[in-house]
């Protein structure tokens, strides 16, 4: 595709719920991360992966917070035991290679936590 | 957390007048992006620049990077309606680990009156 895409775009749940955010990388981008963005503030890194392994996860704010890319292209981010405070803009980008590459956003999936 | 700082919070002008956002940061970075940002959704690359480099242009955009100052400014010319839309800064560390991580600061809002 011509570039990151991200579904679904909005998604509520309430609390204590289990959610699943996907992000379609562009194609040949071999580096995939994930941020958060709170309401206010600039993104903060989640979670980066090189091919299909997380090469660094230490954003991740707790183990409540999961991310697989089994194949080394599509990614989830999954999130159990909703809280309140979870609700954020969660962003994905992409990179040709990682290791400082320009990283490409896609749009975003608006999360709400009731 | 957040290493970069943009300045200002805010900034609101004529259409045709040019703006300028100044970025600071706190450790020795590889290169700088700046991202623009529509109405909170997904983040769109304007420019990179290297540590190496002090003064990037495209189109409308130039870039300067201080290094010793741990700074840098964002121009846009003859601003448009267009041009609306929060701006950051992000930096990448120097090396080692996490040479990957997107570091944001907490953007500028631009306001362009037509």
């Known amino acids: 595709g011509a570039g990151v895409s991200q579904t679904p775009s909005n998604k509520v749940t309430e609390k204590g719920k289990y959610v699943e955010l996907r992000c379609d990388p562009i194609s040949g981008h071999t580096a995939l991360y994930w941020y958060r963005q709170s309401l206010g503030q600039g993104p903060e890194f989640l979670i980066y992966f090189q091919g299909t392994g997380a090469a660094d996860d230490s954003g991740l704010p707790n183990d409540r917070f999961f991310a697989v890319r089994p194949e080394g292209s599509v990614s989830t981010l999954k999130i159990q035991r909703t809280e309140r405070g979870d609700s954020a803009m969660y962003l994905c980008?992409?990179?040709?290679?990682?290791?400082?590459?320009?990283?490409?956003f896609g749009p975003g999936t608006r999360l709400t936590v009731l | 957390s957040q290493q970069g700082e943009e300045d200002p919070q805010a900034l609101s002008i004529q259409e045709g007048e040019n703006a300028t956002m100044n970025c600071s940061y706190k450790?020795?970075?590889?290169?700088l992006q700046w991202y623009r940002q529509n109405s909170g959704r997904g983040l769109v690359h304007l420019i990179l620049?290297?540590?190496?480099?002090r003064e990037k242009h495209s189109g409308r955009l130039r870039v300067t990077l201080d290094t010793s100052k741990k700074s840098s400014s964002l121009l846009i010319t003859a601003s448009r309606a267009a041009d609306t839309a929060s701006y950051f800064c992000a930096t990448v560390p120097y090396s080692g680990a996490g040479s990957y991580q997107l570091t944001f600061g907490k953007g500028t809002k631009l306001s362009v009156i037509p």
């Open positions: 620049i290297r540590s190496n480099e």
């Open positions: 450790t020795s970075i590889n290169n």
């Open positions: 980008a992409s990179s040709l290679l990682g290791d400082s590459d320009t990283q490409y």
